[in-house]
Structures are given as C-alpha cells and as structure tokens.
C-alpha cells in the first residue's frame, strides 16, 4: 500500500511551493545509459521517495507525495541521443587569473525536455512521476540532469541523493530516509517571550507589499534591462589575495571579532560590493546580502545521523541593511565583516529556534526575507557539495572519457527572480570559483562591471 507524506510548514512557508528545479552536469564521456538505469532503480528501491508523485488532498486541498511501496519504485529515467559535440552546444567557462564575467550561452535541451517541463500543477493533475533523472548523450560528452518540484527537495536534500546515487554505483549500502516532518513536533511549541522577535529582514507580504514589490521590480527593469544570466568566476588566488587583505585591513583597524572569511564569505561580499556599490543615483535605496543555512548541519539533534533528510531545511538569512550610498562608502573588508557577523549570529541554536518558530507562527502573510522596495545581493552555496570534483568514470563507456565534471548547471522555474541573485556552483580542478548570477542586461555592461566583462564569443 502506498505511503502519504504531507508537506511540512518548511516546505510550503519557504514560498517554494510553485517552483521546479532542474540540477544537471556536464560530464566530459558519454555515459552507460544500462548503468545509470540500474543504479537508479536500486536507490528507488531502498528510497521510494524518489518514485513518488503528487496529489491533491481531498479534504484539505493542500498538495502531498504519494510514496509507493518499495518492490515498485521506480526514478524515471529518460535518455535522448544527439550527434553534436558538446562545444557546439555548451560552451564552457574559460578558467582566468583574475575575476572576469562571461556570457555563455546555455542549450536548456541538453537538461530538460519539453514534455517534461512541468508546474506543480501540472505536477499534480497528470500524477506524473516527481523525479526523473534526464539522461543527453552527445559524442564527446554527457549531460545528465536531475529534476523535481522544490517543495519535496533542497539543494542540501540533492547532495544527500548524489551521494547515494554513488554509494549504489560503489556497490554499498544506504540508509533508509527519515520522511517523517522533524520540525512541527519540535516548533509548533511556542514562546510568548518570543512575541517580538522577528528574524532580521524578513516581512510578511500581503497584497499592498506584493504591489509594491511589483512596482519597484518595474522600475528596476526600465532602469536596468531585464534580468540577464552571466557566470562569474573567481580564481583561487585571488579568493585567498581577498580574504588575506580584508582580514589585515580590519586587524590594522583593532577589529578582532572575525578571525577568518569562507570563500562565500569574499565572494558574496565581492558581488554585493559591485552590484550596488559603484551607483551614483537611488543612493537612499536599501540593500541586504541574503544567504542560506542548512539545518541539517547545526540541529543535529532533530536530525538522526544515521537518516537522511531530502526535504527542504534550509532558512535564508539576511544582513541588516545598507543603503546604497552605505556600500559605495564601505570597504571589500567591512562588507565581508557584516556578512561574516550574519552568519555567526544567525546560525547560532538559539537564534535558529528562534527563527523557526517565528516561521510556525507567523503565517498571516507570504513571508520574504527583505522588503518589498529593497535590493538584495544573494548566493547560494553549492561548494561545501564538492560537485566539481564527481567521478563519473565508474559509470562511463570505457574509452570515451574520463568522466570528469565539466560543468555545473542549476534551472530554476521560479518566477519574478530577484535581481541580484545566483550560486556558487563549483570549483574546478584548480581552486577557482564558478558562480551564476543574474541581474540586469545593462548593468552587466556599465559601470564596475563592465571592467570584468571577458569575451567569450558569446557576447
């Protein structure tokens, strides 16, 4: 008999609830397609999650998984073959010594396919299968892509997959999942001293705010150009030449607090620095870094070693805010030290318990982590996930590669993007930094910007 799994308050209060997402790889040999198959039929035995679909509660209207029984799940696998070279395709990022900007063109063919470039709804009303894995083989290379309606996945949630996507290649054992909502026993308990506190940034969005937000995102475009993809990449070098002189600046200055800066760190502060501060007008205008934390990794208690946890865990934390005439004034070195200070205040147990229960209680409005009329400068990010380093060659054609990452790729569904957003996607073999933003076409090509634009052909 199937199993249903009702969606818990994080899944749907994430405002995720409408938005598929599509993770793939580049990987530079074609891939045995029987291999692939194999591997992931066995994972949807052992995790009948991944063979699940959605539906529609009747009484509650509110969407659920249906989990088949194991003997019968399956991951869906589709495979499409095409006789061009993955140059032609996907032109890949060329690996500089300095940061540089690049506009590479991207064949969203190779990772999904229109009969399966579903909405939730869609999702709901066929009872199509909520997770298939989109298999492209070309002669030089394979895209392989894994895609899923968000509400039943996060980033931290995927890694979980890949590695026992692996674990099942290697012939070993994995871990049955813990599907069982871990978070309403624990939260729905609430604090009255807790009351006042709300989570820095985060406002509750009811029809007026969305007006407003629609309003200013208008105004962003007509000034700005509509949203435009580029990557950014970020040589080791000069992460570590940007960590090293941002910590002895703040030294110099008898600022101790902080004692080192992540790669995120610099790099999310590099972004937010060059997004909003070279401006010479909407001065006035407030701005905040936004990122994430995955509670996976701070609430261990909640979350059972031994059972591994796919659904959405992660909150979004954001900086107190900077007007833009703030981040023209400030330093690379003080944007890293208001950012490095949000991640320690904010990943702290308390704080996190403290957020989370404000989620469970205020659920009056769509909650967002930064006002209608601000600016935000946002990563999310993959590099703790190691994608760049994936050995694919166990699952190869003898002879036809290495089975080394080429590429990383992330599509989100999502509608009304904000500016400013992206990830961190991977590093590459040597230490450098891939990351995907957008932000609007004319301000790629003006002001700080510009200075990093490097020509890939695809301009």
Known sequence: MSRIVPLSALDTLLGVDTNVTTQGFVIDSRLDVDKIRTAASSLAKRWPYLGGWLQRNTETSKIELVVPQPEVAEWEVLVQEREQSIKELQPS?????????????????????????????????????????????????????????????????????????????????????????????????????????????????????????????????????????????????????????????????????????????????????????????????????????????????????????????????????????QVNDLSLAHIALHIRTMVQGQTSRDFLEKHLRWKFRKTEGFQVA?????????????????????????????????????DVFLYSGLAGLPRGGGNLLFKDSQGGVIGSFHYGSKEWKSGELIKYAFDTGNS
């Open 93 to 325: 990022y060329t690996a500089t010594s300095t940061v540089s900007i690049q506009r590479l063109g991207t064949d969203l063919s190779l990772f999904l396919r229109e009969d399966r470039n579903l909405s939730v709804d869609e999702y709901v009303k066929r009872a199509a299968p909520a997770f298939h894995i989109n298999v492209t083989l070309l002669r030089d290379a394979t895209a392989l892509a894994f895609t899923q309606p968000h509400l039943l996945m996060d980033a931290g949630g995927f890694d979980l997959v890949m590695k026992a996507f692996f674990s099942v290649v290697r012939g070993e054992e994995v871990n049955p999942l813990m599907l069982e909502d871990p978070f309403t026993p624990f939260f729905e308990s609430q604090n009255p001293e807790e009351d006042a506190f709300s989570p820095p940034g985060w406002k509750l969005y009811g029809q007026a705010e969305f007006e407003i937000y629609g309003k200013y995102a208008k105004l962003d475009e007509e000034r700005e150009g509509p949203l435009e993809r580029r990557m950014v990449y970020f040589p080791k070098s000069e992460i570590e030449r940007l960590k090293t002189e941002s910590l002895e600046e703040l030294r110099a200055q008898g600022i101790t607090d902080v004692t080192f800066f992540s790669s995120g760190d610099i790099i999310l502060a590099w972004i937010y620095k060059h997004f909003y501060g070279s401006s010479s007008s909407d001065l006035d205008r407030q701005t905040r870094a936004v990122t994430l934390v995955d509670t996976r990794k701070r609430l261990f208690d909640i979350f059972p070693s031994n059972k591994p946890y796919p659904r959405n865990a992660f909150l979004i934390m954001a900086t107190p805010p900077l007007t833009r005439h």
């Open 370 to 406: 930064w006002g209608p009329e601000e600016r935000i400068a946002a990563t999310s990010n993959w590099l703790p996930y190691g994608y760049g380093d994936l050995d694919f060659s166990a699952i190869s054609i003898p002879g036809s590669g290495p089975g080394k990452v080429r």
